[in-house]
């Protein structure tokens, strides 16, 4: 009887584990993307798109302190009234959300089909890797910032990139007249999107598929934007080709050889390819959540890693030291001055607050003057939001409100 009861156990457990796992209805190259079979498909992403792996090292983990007694739950703050941070976390789709205080693992909460073990879609967390990535290849003098694309890359010469420094590309100061409107099927990041072979359906109508080694050289030059902050995706890729050119390595290689493996990553990333074999630097990685979190490590403590320096100091004191003089385009909460820095948002709040940012919500909160790491993965139904109160002014909130409750 006792083996019958077993039995019937494990069929429930296992049924149960299939059930969240198993693939909905619908999901296609014009949906996954998008609510709510995005939720299930940025967990899932290896099952849609062609990726190329991010090796971590099973020699070199690094364990996050305090990830066994963290708690499931936290009491916050929101717009004045004292909630739980998982009824919180419902509101704006949020997939998990783990918070590190004084380099301890002190929050970790999943929802969705999120797992410790799962990887999702960072979108453009990855940029902030990609930048990373680019800082250790400048200090190793495989790449001279000061030089132009076309110096690297001969492929772009002709391209709204050609000309421009790679130091402009990675504050998104370049002359490309890259259009970032999601929804606006014309809008360049969706014909690249089209082109990559990652968007499929109405939005891609009268679209050849053909790859980031033919689409990025055809982007047009815009002079008037020289200097001038304008975010652009495309200028991502344009870096990770360049990095290419610089080292003889593929993107996702340099990836794992100077980030991934040096973090002490606990499982293998993935990125995105096109069908031209382009990696997607500018938003294409999947990890887990914990190996998110030693990224955040990583850029809180300055770029090192125990007694190893991974990233410059230097270039993480830079990012953390902007005093955001130089012109904003977009709105500004009172008393802050924001600024982009080497593919990282600074909040601009006085106190050193910068994050890593993701469309549908996929964030690095990484704040020095309270020693305070969070990183959250979300699923908004669409770029910006796509339902009543979800979208970036509420995510923040909820990662201020942790950092606030923590403190």
Avoid at 61 to 70: C, D, N
Avoid at 235 to 249: M, N, R, S
Avoid at 312 to 340: C, L, N, Q
Avoid at 341 to 363: E, K, L, N, P
Wanted: net charge negative.
């Amino acid at each position: 009887m006792k083996t019958n009861v077993t039995v019937l156990l494990l069929l429930c457990c296992s049924t149960a584990a299939a059930t969240e796992d198993g693939r909905p209805d619908g999901v296609a190259g014009d949906t996954w993307q998008f609510g709510p079979l995005n939720r299930w498909a940025y967990t899932h992403i290896r099952e849609i798109l062609p990726t190329k792996d991010i090796p971590n090292s099973s020699h070199s983990v690094r364990p996050l302190p305090g990830i066994e007694t963290a708690k499931k739950d936290l009491e916050i703050t929101l717009a004045g009234r004292r909630v739980s941070l998982a009824e919180a976390m419902g509101t704006q789709y949020v997939d998990g959300l783990l918070a590190l205080k004084n380099g301890k693992a002190v929050v970790e909460i999943y929802a969705g089909t999120l797992t410790p073990q799962r990887p999702h879609l960072m979108w453009s967390v990855t940029k902030t890797v990609t930048g990373l990535t680019a800082a250790s290849v400048e200090a190793d003098g495989l790449v001279d910032l000061n030089k132009t694309v076309a110096d690297y890359v001969p492929e772009l010469a002709g391209s709204g990139w050609g000309g421009d420094r790679i130091r402009d590309l990675l504050d998104m100061r370049d002359s490309s007249d890259w259009n970032e409107d999601y929804d606006a099927p014309e809008s360049t990041v969706r014909r690249q999107d089209c082109a990559d072979g990652l968007l499929t359906g109405p939005m891609c109508i009268d679209s050849e598929v053909i790859g980031n080694y033919k689409f990025l050289p055809a982007v047009g030059h815009d002079p008037s934007r020289s200097g001038q902050f304008v975010y652009k995706s495309g200028t991502t890729d344009v870096v990770a080709w360049v990095l290419e050119a610089a080292t003889g390595k593929r993107f996702a290689d340099l990836v794992s050889e100077r980030i991934w493996k040096p973090i002490g990553a606990e499982r293998s990333a993935d990125i995105t390819v096109d069908v031209s074999g382009f990696t997607l630097a500018s938003g294409g990685m999947s990890a887990t959540l914990r190996d998110i979190a030693r990224v955040g490590l990583l850029m809180i403590n300055k770029g090192g890693v125990g007694d190893q320096q991974v990233v410059p100091e230097a270039w993480m004191d830079d990012v953390f030291s902007r005093d955001g003089s130089r012109p904003w385009p977009g709105d500004a909460a009172i008393g802050t001055k924001p600024y982009y820095r080497s593919f990282i948002w600074g909040t601009g709040d006085g106190r050193g607050t910068v994050m890593a940012q993701g469309v549908h919500g996929q964030y690095i909160y990484v704040a020095p003057a309270s020693d305070t790491v969070i990183a959250m993965f979300s699923s908004w139904p669409n770029a910006d939001g796509g339902a009543a109160g979800v979208g970036a002014p509420g995510a923040v909130a909820i990662l201020r409100a942790v950092e606030q409750a923590l403190n």
